[in-house]
């Protein structure tokens, strides 16, 4: 009777992963581009890195304590869901924007759905779009880099995105900073919001995501590859009304978004063939809004729209039961 056998239900191999491990592992691929923010803009960007982390731990305590439910703060996704919201912002957001950003993205983005696992959208980019809707204003006042030490004091300009808007719609034709300057797009100096200063340091994050094999290549590579193809083609149709693929890469949330928003866990499809249809979706709508839409940046609605397209992907790229046969018409 010493020998006993023990069964349990599947799966039984098991990959080592934890939520927390995982949380923690993205929040370090994101650490490069978080200390270039608070390099080029200073305190402004880490107030608002702290103020949005720091809000989104005190509203998921709150909500666990009002809802009865085990803290869920030591599993790093609140953590995260503030480093995000930050990052979707301008480093000029007001303290009080950041706060109620933090409590929608908590509240509103993730808890009123049962919590982790069970939000059907990306709550920092809920919380990023509200606000954004909300607050055009402050969501859309921007400064330019100011290195820390510098003795120069940021002022405010438009995104690289949003002057090439405006210079269409006004004269038909792409401005100067759409042609070149694309040195500077990669290293980090233009304005636009706290994550995105630099493409190679978003680039480096997703790399390490990759080689850490938190996320898969599907989603990143069909996202940006679609940017990239579509862009392509209408700058070759037209190069002096759109502009460079490679500005489209370099320029906005794409690399933000391809990598870290994207390729969330719980909101986008489960299989491969599903992911390559998802970042195909996100491609499309990104290009589509950037170049005829209202707003300069696509990424986040691209992403939020595909979310709710998750359920229906997953359940028509749903892989066959091995032996089932199809029924007969």
């Known amino acids: 009777m010493d020998n006993q056998l023990y069964l349990s239900s599947s799966p039984h191999i098991h990959s080592g992963e934890t939520t927390d491990k995982v949380m923690r592992l993205v929040i370090y691929a994101l650490l490069p581009a978080t200390l270039l923010s608070i390099y080029f803009f ?15 731990l005190a509203f998921e305590a709150l909500s666990c304590k009002l809802l ?9 996704s609140a953590a995260l869901t503030g480093i995000l919201l930050a990052l979707n912002l301008p480093p000029s957001t007001p303290w009080w924007l950041s706060l109620l950003g933090a409590a929608i993205a908590i509240l509103i983005g ?14 920092a980019l809920v919380a990023r779009v509200v606000l954004l809707i909300s607050f055009p204003v402050q969501m859309t006042s921007w400064t330019t880099p100011a290195p820390l030490g510098s003795g120069i004091d940021a002022v405010t300009a438009a995104t690289p995105l949003g002057e090439m808007q405006t210079a269409v719609m006004l004269t038909g034709k792409l401005p100067e900073l759409a042609i070149s300057g694309y040195t500077d797009y990669l290293l980090g100096h233009m304005a636009g919001s706290v994550g995105e200063v630099s493409a190679l340091a978003l680039l480096l994050g997703g790399l390490f995501l990759l080689f850490k094999k938190i996320i898969s290549w599907h989603i990143p590579v069909s996202f940006i590859g679609t940017v990239l193809v579509l862009g392509g083609i209408f700058w070759l149709v037209d190069a002096g009304r759109y502009p460079n693929p490679i500005f489209h890469l370099l320029t906005g949330g794409l ?64 892989p066959k039961i091995y032996g089932q046969v199809e029924p007969q018409a």
């Open 42 to 56: 200073g305190l402004p960007a880490l107030s608002v890195l702290l103020i949005c982390t720091l809000g989104c």
């Open 110 to 123: 993730k808890q009123v759905y049962g919590g982790l696992g069970y939000n059907p959208f990306n709550p």
């Open 255 to 318: 690399l933000l978004g391809a990598f870290f928003m994207a390729t969330d866990m719980v909101t986008s499809p489960v299989t491969c063939k599903g992911m390559l249809l998802f970042g195909c979706g996100c491609g499309l709508l990104t290009v589509l809004i950037r170049l005829f839409g209202g707003y300069p940046e696509g990424v986040s609605f691209a992403i939020l729209l595909m979310n709710a397209c998750t359920p229906l992907i997953d359940r028509y790229t749903r």
């Open 68 to 76: 009865k439910q085990p803290l869920t703060l030591s599993d790093g």
